[in-house]
């Protein structure tokens, strides 16, 4: 869904036989709206790695600094760099992947970049990819300060919601002479998804009793009126929440059932992007 599947085989494919992961490092940009499968695709893509690395005997461990700058007010380029650099050695520390001369030595600069990353694939206990999940990202020159930073045995994966084509272009444009990035994008919902979805879902819970199937005419009706996955994923959520709380349990789920719900959050203030 939201080519979320051809993103995939790109990146599967632009990784190929991971030497340049090995012996160069990568970093891979992926954009697209809020709530289309970002997030998704990065976990599927960091699981695939942690696959083949293990089949190659090489060891893999994700650190996942996606929530590093939260609750942080807005900063420079620097001051966010510096943040997520000190909050990866505190990982890298707690989870001892790195050596005790290696911790002694890095400790004084665990919040400059420069003096950091550069020296992670030689500061494990035995050769080790590292695959960093970093926080969204808005600025392209934040981008290419990380894209600059790979070395080899580091994957760093970087999402964003703001970046348009443009922007991807002036990133691979300028990391040229270093490599360019792995770049997917993911976009709205297209025909035959929200189909593709519900029946999914509601294959995965055919053995846990009878309950309301959704019509054709539902399905085919939703494909207009959810725009991305986690939309979807409230709508049917929330339908399926208030028809399991009430008296009357229908035999299918109709189009007026969602348009019910939808106009009900609507009512209370709650909006349709409110997490049920």
Not at 2 to 20: L, N, P
Not at 44 to 52: E, G, I, L, N, S
Not at 81 to 102: I, K, W
């Amino acid at each position: 869904m939201d080519r979320t599947e051809t993103a995939f085989e790109e990146f599967v494919a632009e990784m190929a036989d991971m030497v340049t992961l090995l012996r160069d490092g990568r970093l891979v940009l992926v954009t697209g709206e809020t709530g289309c499968g970002k997030s998704a695709l990065v976990n599927r893509c960091a699981d695939w790695v942690v696959q083949q690395m293990t089949e190659r005997g090489t060891g893999c461990e994700v650190l996942d600094l996606t929530a590093a700058l939260n609750g942080l007010p807005e900063d420079s380029i620097d001051n966010r760099m510096s943040a997520v650099c000190d909050q990866l050695f505190v990982e890298l520390t707690r989870r001892q992947l790195m050596r005790a001369d290696a911790v002694t030595a890095l400790e004084p600069h665990r919040e400059v970049p420069r003096r950091v990353y550069p020296h992670l694939p030689e500061a494990t206990p035995r050769p080790t990819v590292l695959v960093i999940l970093l926080p969204t990202c808005e600025l392209a020159d934040e981008v290419i300060r990380y894209a600059s930073l790979a070395r080899g045995r580091i994957l760093f994966f970087i999402e964003s919601p703001f970046m348009q084509a443009n922007d991807v272009r002036h990133i691979v444009e300028s990391m040229e002479r270093w490599g360019s990035p792995i770049t997917l994008s993911v976009g709205e919902l297209e025909e035959g998804d929200v189909r593709r979805f519900a029946s999914d879902r509601l294959k995965r819970h055919a053995e846990k009793g009878e309950y309301p199937k959704m019509t054709e005419d539902t399905m085919e009706s939703l494909t207009g009126l959810s725009t991305s996955v986690s939309e979807l994923q409230r709508v049917f959520h929330g339908v399926y929440e208030e028809l399991l709380g009430s008296n009357d349990w229908p035999a299918e789920v109709s189009f007026e059932d969602v348009v019910k719900f939808r106009f009900r959050r609507v009512s209370r203030g709650q909006g349709i992007d409110h997490e049920p």
